[in-house]
C-alpha cells in the first residue's frame, strides 16, 4: 500500500485510539467523529483523494528515492528543483480545493529536515541516526501516513533558555536514557494536525546550548502512543460547525488546522524512532531548515485560499450589484496581485533551491523568508479588501434561524435583498464564508505560523549580505571604469 485512499485514511485513524479532549470534555470513541474536528479529517482526507485523480497524479505523487515507488508527495524527499516547485503548485491546488490549511506539510518538511540533520550528524559523529530514519521513512511512504511536526514548545518565561526555567518541562525534554529508547516529557503547543494524524514527528523547537542536552531530542512517536493527550484548540465561531444551513462558513473543511495542545506525559520511545538525541549543536540547523521550507510554502497554500476568497468576494459583488463598479475592479485586481506576488516568490525560492550535503534540496532562504514576511501583512491586506467589498453586514447579520421564524423572516429577505438574481440565502451563505475565512483564527495563523514575523527578519538580514551590498555601492559611486564610459550629453539650457 503506498497510496491510501481517503477512506483507508479515516478507517486508519479509526483504528487509533487517540486521546483528546475537546472543549474540555474527554473524546469517547474516534475523534474523526467529532464535529470539532470532522473538519479537519475532510481536509486531509482530500490530500489522499486527489493523488488518486490521474490529472493531479504528477503535483501529488512522487518517485520515492528509496524503493522507486510511486508515493504521496506528502512523504518524499525532495530530489530536485522540480520536486520543491512541485510542491508549491500542489499547495495551491489544496488551497483552491479546501480553502483551508490541509495540515500534511508540517510533518513533511520535519520529515526532509530530520533527514539532512540525521545525516549531517552521522558524518560527524558516526552516529546511526540516518539509517534508523531511512527505516522509519520507508514506512511512512509505505503505508502513506499523515505525519504531523511538532516543533513549538511553551517556552515559559520567554527571557530564559530551557536550561534557565524554573519549570523544566516548559521545553520537551528527556528524563530518562534507558538502553532500549528514551522517555520524554513536555508538551508542543499550536500543533496542527496532530489530532488527526497516525504519527507525531517530535523536532527541537531551538538551537540549544551546552547543558541543555536533555532538550536536543527528535524522535517519532505514534499519535496513540501511552502517554500522548491532545488538547483540542477553539477557533473563531467553532460551534457554528454544529448548525446547519447558511450561517455554516466553511463547515466542511473548516478553518485552518485544527491546531492542539499536545503534552507528552513520560513517552516511552524505542532507540529505533529516535533521530537526535543530545547532540546540542545540530538542533540550530534542524529548526532552521524545516523553518525555511516551510516558510516557502505559505506563498502556495495561502495562494489557494485567497483564489477562493477572491472568488466568494467577485461572487459578493455581484450579489450586491456592484460588481461593474471600476473602483471594486480594481480591489478585487489588487487581490489577485497581493496573491500572485507571494506565490511567484514561492515558486522562485523553488527554482533557486540547492542541494544539501544529504542530498536532498533545499528552497533559497532569504526568497522563502520573504514569502511568510509577505504573508504576515498580505493576507490581512487581502482580507481587509474582501471586507470592504463584501459591506458591513458580514458583522451585523442576523442568525439564520431568524429565516425559520415565520414573524420576522419577511423582514429579513426583504431587507437583506439585493441583486434579483441572487436570493437572501446565498448571500448570507456567502458572507458568513468571507467572515469565516478572514476570521481572527485565520489571520493569526497567518501572522504566527511557521514563525513569527520577526524569525524571518533576522535570518533576512544574514542572508541579505549587507556588507557586499556596501561593496557594490561603493563600486558603482567611486570604481574605475575598465571600459570609458559614453560622454554625456550637452545640456542646451
Ligand atoms: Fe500546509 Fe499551509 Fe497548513 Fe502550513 S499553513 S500546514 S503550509 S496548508
Redesign the pocket.
Known sequence: MTLKTPEQYVDSLRALKIRAYVNGAFVEGSVVDHPAVSPHVNTVAKTYELAHVPEHAELMTATSHLTGETIHRYTHIHQGPDDLVKKIQM?RLLGQVTGT???R??GLDAMNATYAVSYEIDEAKGTDYHQRFLKYLEMVQREDLMVAGAMTDPKGHRAKKPGEQEDPDQYVHVVEQRPDGVVIRGAKLHN?GGINSHEILVLPGTAMQPGEEAYAIACAVPADAEGVIFVFGRQSNDTRKLEKGCDIGNTRFGVV?GEALIVFDDVFVPNDRVFLNGEIEHCGTLVNYFATW?RA??GG?KGGNADVLIGATALMTRILGTDKNTIVKDKLIEMVHLTETTYASAIGSSALGYQLPCGSWMVDPISANTVKQNITRNVYEIGRLSHDLAGGFIATLPGTDALDNPDIAHWVKKYYAANPDYDVEERIHVGRYIENATSVTTMV?AMH??GSPQAQRIPMLAQANINAKIAMAKDVIHGKDDVPGLPLPMNDL
Do not use: D, I, S
Open positions: 499547495l490549511c490541509f495540515q506539510c508540517v496542527t488546522g516551510h510554502n505559505y497554500c495563523e505560523g511557521a
